[in-house]
DNA sequence: AATGAATGAGTGTTCATTCAT
DNA sequence: TATGAATGAACACTCATTCAT
């Protein structure tokens, strides 16, 4: 019935969500600077001073994608931490479902996520504080037994983003790989290590 | 010779590499779109007619920018390849060693490392290259029994240089970490990985 | 019946009124093209639509309000001519209840002051015609035989009003002076003169 | 000899004072907001990043207009102080002298005049400074005893102000009178007054 | 080898105003 | 009487790049 008798956006929720989508695609494929204001909304049907309307610049909007990305982002990587008493032969799995978590985000929201992890300037301090998360889940991990203390759980920590961050573009985004794989190799080896 | 009627330090070939090595801090302080050609000049104390005598345009000096760094990094990535016969006991200094040689490029060429590797859009390009040489490093060193064959070398190649950039960023551009420790680092955790 | 079904105390008339009275406001202290029709309408809680519903356009309303100035002005002028057979001794008084009258206009209504008399780019013509008001009565005073001829009027007439409008701005907006004080002084000056 | 060879608008200064100068004219014309760059630009035969060489806004270059009347002002209004011992017949002359000059002024920079005593913002201020020069001027007057005691020199000042200003714009700028009369003028009904 | 002066082409942003309801 | 949503038309400003010398 709200339905009825409405036009083409003229439902401004509507046209907001609907640039917000634009946007993210157009920054994600063209960067900030190659993206045109011009551009989303000739995509999104409408005119520039409606763009206004909705967001007070070009640099806001990118920052509310950025922050959207965040939000999400820090869900998934509270999940992750293992409960304490896990069977031991459970963990590899555990931990595995939790790489699977942020390499479903990855898959679903690629947009959003080239936006968080590459191209906003911030990038750097989101995959920081991502680092300082799983950081502190290695720690309770080492507390609870899991892991030895031989090595600088920060290190490890970024060295996982680092992970991440590489094989969502080169093998998650590329279809070579999916979210599972990923996770159950970046397991065996973090886990295992290569040596015979 | 050279020498005579010089001025303010501004031979031809000097003025160039004064501009290239400028350009250089610029770019990697302020990216590619911020970086502004009448900043790059200002510090060179020359005009910007010069500029366009040693370089056609702005995308052509951050892309010799960019090849100067493809062609050190390239260099580091080869001489990495484990010997064959190699005694097993050295094998983590011996890996750690290609590492180090990595992270000490970095150390000592900040600027050409973040145009090359974060600010190009070619980055990606480069780092599936990286990746690419390591992987077939890897290979050759699974053919020799060093490493077990349980993972996809793949999947570790990329691993592995998604660690050394988050790590380089968050590590050794912060100076919380040397070259040499970040190595180490990484061997132990790649190469016995984390179980107890 | 005009009552019913009210909101907000927003009758057509009132928010007539109110629009008016803000606008008044917003241009005397900002400017024309610094007041914002945005500004005003949220100001009076009422939105842009409705701002048309009442003026035709932001000129519009501005006219209205230089309009009005106009009119209230042009009474005052008249009422201030000195009548015939008037005592030399009241002379002084008399003419300052003329200046006292529009003093305590701009006092009680500053915002339409500063539009009619500085904003508006017909201020001038206002001026002009106010001057040429002023002039009427001073040559019927000549005539009268309270003035003698030695000076031009239509001079006199224009220097009069120019008084009046700095002395409005920088003694009577600013507290320095009441309208009493500024009528007084300026018969006296006018008047006597300053020689000894 | 610098003159040859040299093209329309081939040297800087030259532009520059074109710009400043067209400028000048436009915003008395048209005022502040309904002045566009784009016209100044045209009128002076360049493009509009020609002007943003010169001049680092609209603003700037506005205040840079105001600048150089208040600048050319305040020379004019120290200069009519009265010397001491002057002769009492010759008075009169003298303070005519003073308002000559600012007439003078007025009629040879019409524009500069508009922009800084009607069209600026700071105009109120403008002149209460320059009131407040008159009123000191007229202090040492009165010390001196050319003048009586009974008015508000403040006030006086001030009116002087309005009435040079209303005059300008109706008497001089219309071509009805000389910057000679007006001064006359003035001092006539400011000396003597108008009472028979 | 170097420059003073100039520009083509573009881009984000603003604001008065109106349509459909 | 009133509004949510949308727009046409501008305009200031920027920057890489080049011409003439």
Redesign the interface.
């Known amino acids: 019935m709200a339905q009825r008798g409405r036009k083409k956006g003229s439902d401004g929720e509507l046209s907001r969500a609907l640039l917000l989508r634009i946007a993210a695609d157009e920054f994600a494929e063209h ?3 190659e993206t045109k204001i011009s551009n989303i909304v000739k995509k999104a049907n409408v005119t520039q001073p409606t763009f206004y309307l909705y967001f007070k610049s070009k640099e806001a909007i990118f920052q509310e994608l950025e922050e959207l990305f965040r939000k999400k982002l820090a869900c998934l990587t509270i999940d992750s931490r293992l409960e304490e008493g896990l069977d031991e032969q459970a ?1 590899p799995e555990r931990i595995a479902g939790g790489l699977i978590g942020v390499f479903h985000f990855f898959t679903e929201h690629p947009s959003l996520g080239k936006i968080g992890f590459y191209l906003s ?1 911030s990038a ?1 301090d989101t ?2 504080a991502m ?1 300082a998360q799983i950081e502190d889940n290695l720690l309770s991990e080492v507390e609870a ?4 203390q ?3 759980m ?3 920590a ?2 996982l ?7 969502t ?3 998650l985004w590329t279809g070579k ?1 999916t979210a599972d ?2 996770a159950k ?2 397991v ?9």
Chains 1, 2, 3, 4 share one sequence.
């Open positions: 960067g900030y600077y963990l300037p750097a995959k920081a680092a037994g899991y892991f030895h031989n090595v600088d920060s290190i490890v970024n060295g983003v680092g992970m991440i961050d590489q094989l573009v080169a093998k790989n794989e990923l190799e970046i065996a080896i973090v886990l295992n290590g290569l040596k015979k």
